[in-house]
């Protein structure tokens, strides 16, 4: 397994989570790594996605309310979820950019309770 994901789980509207997935030291070099989240009869949609050099960029349902950070050192990159709704209800995947290949995690739950 080379990524590692965890920190899912059931939290009421308004709550927080923070999601954590570690890469292998065999999945190198790493440039981008994020979150993608796939809801129950939905596609899957890109949450968050942080660079190398800390670039960010977050789904606008997310901005305001989601941080993603990572420590390069450790390759793990985090999601901390704030003020979090029904909504965001989904299995989060969480991804990492080793050009040409991507590598995925096998998927934690986040439900959020109204």
């Known amino acids: 397994v080379q990524l590692v994901e965890s920190g899912g789980g059931l939290v009421q509207a308004g709550g927080s989570l923070r999601l954590s997935c570690a890469a292998s030291e065999s999945i190198f070099p790493i440039t981008s790594m994020g979150w993608y989240r796939q809801a129950p009869g939905k596609q899957r949609e890109l949450v968050a996605t942080i660079t190398s050099d800390g670039n960010t960029h977050y789904a606008d349902s997310v901005k305001g309310r989601f941080t993603i950070s990572r420590d390069n050192a450790e390759n793990t990159v985090y999601l901390l979820m704030n003020s979090l709704k029904p909504g965001d209800t989904a299995v989060y995947y969480c991804?990492?950019?080793?050009?040409?290949?991507?590598?995925w995690g096998q998927g934690t739950q986040v439900t959020v309770s109204s």
């Open positions: 991804f990492a950019e080793v050009p040409p290949y991507d590598y």
